[in-house]
């Protein structure tokens, strides 16, 4: 427990660290939110002034962390400029969505990769298995945008699934079940466009995991004792080829992340990734910090997560531990 | 030698690209900005062998575009035929910036014109577009992943090797970088950077910012074979006869460490030149009127263009083989230097 309780702490230093680089790149950047006003020639210097004046943005650099971090500790991550109120209402529900997408996505791609990862690992080499991988290496080949964009393009030509936003817009009044059902609709595409570019890496790493724990020593003996062919692979060649798996588990959140950055900002759902985008080009800086903080909150915690479940599952571990 | 073979087929693969790339002028009938107003979104062009009067040809020719301005439409339509012309004089250009000429690999007679994978907006050149889009693209992540290697290798090496308060800082600065997802760490840091910057600035300011956002994984490979190889036994002798760090670390260190990096530098390419066509879309990366692989497939954002012009797609359909190359020298390179001891 020691251990994890020095994991924690480590993960908020490291937080903490990544938030104040964050406002020392931004000291950096030239211009604010309110450039584009300065175009305007109604809008008076003193306007402005008063403006940035009234959102703080004329403090020091040290003076507006000191506000940040007050108002992060209760809760509100700063000000968006942009939308006019706290960042963190608005990151909330952006990083539900997202989870929402990335969860699913992930538990439709393991769903995928474990079973077709088993048996391409069981029959490895054989000619089914070449084919398999080259399929699968093609798929690793298109780029993560064009695949989007296919997704894209197959709901608007064939109007099996609607595009854009997780609810469809006459829907606000009705139930909570005929709600779910609705956002589940919308979730398809996304989710299985996000899980269609994760799949073969995980695929990939399901099978080597696999074809190690099956051509080890120990599977050689629990094979000549006879133990029946499934419960082997799956009672003793699974567990044993967790800790890999766990690990890829913990080191895909990011790339997963990323990945789903770009599938909500073609695909529009709202999530994490447009407002990032939205923000980057507008300069609503406190919510870009905002956002890179939330992620990388997930990756850590994902990571924790993961230690937490290595932890649980590898006993070698725990007897060290 | 299955190994050699698959390397050997992918580099030589890539090489045609980037010498396609490189002499983007010659291949490319056309220059990337030049525009013919009067045919936005046309098709690729049809190249036939056999003419209205079922003669046949043995060079390719295309037809002028009818012209619609003046036409009446009870005349009956004389389309005049032109055949592909190799080796044409046209637009002047530059080769790696330096060289001028002006010879085409191919190109028709005026006012007729050959559009390869169509045209976009402004009735530009698709094809010619996509080549000299290679250029940027391919020449971005080249740079960019090159940074990152060296930037990473140098800080990882003095890590490993001198360790103390230098290995605690880079170790803790690997930790930062490797926090948040690489295209938030992306965003955030695009964000702090000016928007609206000249062309080649935003080129280099794009190659800076992906040079330093994927240092820390190389660093934190590199350190670690330093870490272990400053131990062995040749190094410990070099080190008794009296070599300097400096010799230590260029003669006997880093060569070890040269598989890992050239490992790294061909995984990042591939994801940099991803990174700058994703960046590129989202309207950060390299600005109009320069074309690059992001630029073009940003087009495909607009509604219309995504429903009605399927031609828009042809670049994108052509990205994938390069891919599949990339990875194949990765794969090769990273199956090889695991099997070989370190």
Same mark, same amino acid.
């Given at each position: ?22 406002? =020392? ?36 650099? =040290? ?76 798929? =690793? ?72 724990? =099956? ?19 799956? /009672? ?83 007897? /060290?531990? | #030698? ?12 890539? #090489? ?61 339509? %004389? ?11 046209? %637009? ?21 014109? $050959? ?33 990152? !290697? ?7 090496? *003095? ?13 803790? #600065? ?47 490979? *590199?350190?670690? $074979? ?8 040749? *190094?410990?002798?070099?080190?008794? @006869?009296?070599?300097?760090?400096? +010799? ?11 598989? !890992? $990096?050239? %490992? ?40 219309? *263009? ?17 891919? @599949? ?10 199956? +090889? ?6």
């Amino acid at each position: 427990m020691r251990y994890f309780a020095r994991r924690l702490v480590h993960a908020l230093v490291l937080l903490g660290a990544l938030s104040f680089v964050s406002f =020392l790149l931004l000291e950096a950047a030239p211009g604010d939110y309110f450039d584009e006003m300065r175009l305007n020639p109604e809008i008076s210097d003193q306007t402005i002034a008063r403006l940035r004046a009234s959102y703080g943005l004329d403090r020091p650099l =040290l003076v507006r962390y000191e506000r940040w971090l007050r108002s992060t500790m209760h809760g509100q991550m700063g000000y968006s400029v942009a939308y006019n109120e706290p960042v963190w209402p608005i990151l909330r529900v952006r990083a539900r969505n997202t989870l929402v997408l990335a969860g699913t996505a992930t538990a439709l791609a393991w769903l995928a990769a474990i079973p077709f990862g088993i048996l391409s690992a069981v029959k490895h080499d054989s000619l089914g298995d070449r084919i398999g991988g080259f399929v699968v290496s093609a798929v =690793l080949a298109v780029p993560e945008l064009v695949i989007c964009l296919a997704m894209l393009v197959l709901a608007l030509r064939t109007g099996w699934f609607p595009v854009g936003g997780m609810e469809s817009a006459k829907i606000a009044g009705s139930s909570f079940w005929s709600r779910l059902g609705d956002t589940g609709y919308h979730l398809v595409l996304p989710a299985l466009g996000l899980a269609l570019i994760t799949f073969p890496v995980m695929l990939r790493h399901v099978r080597s995991a696999m074809i190690e724990s =099956l051509e080890s020593p120990f599977l050689r003996v629990a094979r000549a004792h006879g133990i029946p062919r499934m419960r082997l692979l799956f /009672r003793y060649a699974l567990p044993a080829a967790a800790n890999p798996l766990i690990s890829l588990f913990s080191f895909s959140i990011g790339t997963m992340l990323s990945s789903s950055l770009l599938v909500e900002v073609v695909l529009s759902w709202p999530g994490l990734g447009p407002l990032l985008v939205e923000s980057t080009l507008s300069r609503d800086l406190y919510v870009v910090v905002g956002g890179v903080m939330l992620s990388s909150m997930f990756v850590i915690g994902g990571s924790l997560l993961a230690d937490l479940a290595l932890f649980a599952s590898d006993p070698r571990i725990r007897v /060290r531990g | #030698m299955r190994y050699r073979n698959k390397l050997g087929a992918a580099v030589l693969f890539l #090489m045609l690209i980037h010498g396609l790339a490189l002499f983007a002028g010659f291949f490319a009938p056309y220059n990337f900005a030049e525009q013919t107003r009067d045919r936005p979104f046309a098709p690729p062009t049809r190249l036939h062998f056999v003419d209205d009067q079922g003669r046949t040809h043995l060079v390719p020719f295309v037809y002028d575009a009818a012209d619609m301005s003046d036409s009446s439409l009870h005349a009956p339509v %004389t389309r005049s035929l032109r055949p592909i012309q190799f080796l044409v004089r046209g %637009t002047p250009y530059k080769i790696a910036g330096v060289f001028s000429a002006n010879v085409h690999l191919f190109g028709v007679q005026e006012p007729a014109r $050959i559009f390869l994978f169509g045209t976009d907006a402004l009735g530009r050149d698709q094809f010619s577009r996509f080549l000299y889009g290679a250029q940027i693209s391919l020449m971005a992540g080249s740079l960019a992943a090159g940074l990152s !290697v060296a930037l990473g290798g140098a800080l990882g090496a *003095v890590a490993g090797f001198y360790g103390g308060h230098i290995d605690e800082c880079v170790t803790r #600065m690997t930790e930062l970088f490797l926090a948040a997802p690489w295209l938030y760490l992306l965003l955030g840091v695009r964000a702090a950077l000016p928007l609206h910057v000249p062309e080649w600035q935003s080129f280099v300011l794009l190659v800076g910012v992906l040079g330093l956002i994927g240092w820390a994984r190389p660093a934190r490979l *590199v350190r670690g $074979i330093v870490l272990s190889v400053k131990e062995r036994q040749f *190094v410990l002798a070099a080190r008794g @006869f009296g070599a300097s760090d400096a +010799h230590l670390l260029c003669r006997h260190v880093l060569p070890e460490t040269y598989g !890992v $990096i050239l %490992t790294q530098f061909s995984i990042l390419v591939p994801q940099y030149v991803l990174a700058e066509v994703t960046l590129t879309f989202f309207g950060v990366g390299v600005g109009e009127p320069v074309p690059s692989w992001g630029s073009l497939l940003s087009v495909l954002q607009q509604y219309s *263009v995504l429903v009605s012009y399927w031609w828009m797609f042809i670049p994108a359909i052509f990205l994938v083989p390069i891919f @599949f190359a990339y990875f194949q020298i990765s794969d090769a390179l990273q199956e +090889h230097f695991q099997s070989v001891p370190l």
